[in-house]
């Protein structure tokens, strides 16, 4: 599965209809597919909360460091609920 944003796609094929079978797709196959609940998430490697340890890099399984809000050992790529974009952004 992946997400995808509907409301472009649906833009996109009415842009390029010609038949009316394409706008048919973009007006009501688009709009009545399945939907997901999801959240942004913000990665380790990207929080306020991460120190990471240069002495991992490079390393086999990527790079760790320490989250200073929950003190466990984390790698770049991991997430968790304290997570706050060090640039201030959504996610």
């Not at 999801?38 to 390393?59: F, K, Q, S």
């Given at each position: 599965?992946?997400?995808?944003d509907?409301?472009?796609?649906s833009?996109?094929?009415?842009?390029?209809?010609g038949t009316?079978?394409?706008?048919?797709?973009?007006?009501v196959?688009?709009?009545?597919?399945?939907t997901?609940d999801?959240?942004?998430?913000?990665?380790?490697?990207?929080?306020?909360?991460?120190?990471?340890?240069?002495?991992?890099?490079?390393?086999d399984?990527?790079?760790k460091?320490?989250?200073?809000?929950s003190f466990?050992?984390?790698?770049a790529?991991?997430?968790c609920?304290?997570?706050?974009?060090?640039?201030?952004?959504?996610?």
């Open positions: 599965m992946r997400l995808i509907a409301d472009a796609l833009e996109s094929i009415k842009r390029g209809a009316d079978l394409q706008k048919f797709f973009a007006d196959c688009v709009a009545t597919a399945p997901v999801a959240a942004i998430v913000t990665r380790c490697g990207d929080c306020v909360h991460w120190d990471d340890d240069p002495d991992t890099y490079g390393a399984d990527g790079p460091g320490k989250c200073m809000k466990e050992t984390m790698y790529d991991d997430f609920s304290y997570g706050e974009r060090k640039d201030g952004g959504d996610g």
